[in-house]
């Protein structure tokens, strides 16, 4: 079975901290994708990042970066220099294929909060 | 702009009755879904639809129906056979399903509570 674990259910820091949020994940397909999302107060899911399998090289966005290592199966998420609009819940996803077609697991969420 | 609207942003609804949560989007994407998010956890799929004129249930299906009538428009219906409806709904978009690359993109949500 898929499946995603964030392990973190809420983060608390102060602002211009760094924080590092966790994912972990199960699979048996050898082909794979994760993906970040941010989720702040208003509800919608914010597309961050997808990642496939085959590219272990770490990406950096400005403040964010990500970390992807398949001998852990771990897809951690990094925030440098924490603003409080990064307050949000994230989450972590992993595609699932099924037949024709493919599914997101989520995971259930890590919320963090960013104090001035 | 191109997006994915929801309406109502919030939705109240008496026991018993059924109501339809509107989902429309702008992105000429082929696959949409809806998903139900209970606070403090993750999102479930509820339904996802490939092309028009067809919709496959997805983790949590039951008490609820949808069409896919036009590309644009995938309405959801939560039906009285829902037991527990109060919830956040999420609905998203891709360009294409099958493709593992597709990101799904997602509207703002309806939140809806059942008094």
């Known amino acids: 079975a898929q499946k995603v674990t964030q392990a973190q259910t809420e983060i608390s820091v102060v602002e211009k901290e760094d924080v590092t949020l966790d994912c972990v994940y199960e699979t048996r397909d050898t082909t794979y994708y994760l993906f970040w999302y941010k989720q702040p107060p208003s509800g919608e899911l914010v597309f961050l990042i997808r990642r496939n399998s085959f590219d272990e090289q770490n990406e950096i966005s400005g403040r964010y970066s990500w970390n992807f290592q398949k001998s852990t199966s771990s897809f951690n998420f990094t925030i440098t220099a924490s603003q409080v609009v990064d307050s949000a819940v994230y989450f972590c996803a992993l595609s699932e294929g099924v037949d024709s077609s493919y599914k997101l697991i989520f995971g259930s969420g890590t919320r963090l909060l960013v104090r001035p | 702009d191109g997006g994915i609207t929801q309406s109502p942003k919030y939705l109240f609804r008496k026991e018993g009755q059924n109501v339809t949560l509107s989902c429309e989007q702008n992105l000429n994407h082929d696959a949409m879904y809806w998903y139900r998010q209970d606070p403090g956890q993750g999102l479930r799929l509820i339904y996802y639809?490939?092309?028009?004129?067809?919709?496959q249930k997805g983790d949590i299906a039951e008490g609820y129906s949808v069409s896919r009538e036009k590309k644009e428009s995938f309405p959801l219906t939560v039906t009285s056979a829902q037991k527990n409806p109060t919830a956040f709904y999420l609905c998203a978009s891709s360009i294409e399903q099958g493709i593992r690359t597709d990101t799904q993109y997602f509207g703002p949500g309806t939140r809806l509570t059942v008094l």
């Open positions: 639809s490939q092309i028009v004129n067809d919709f």
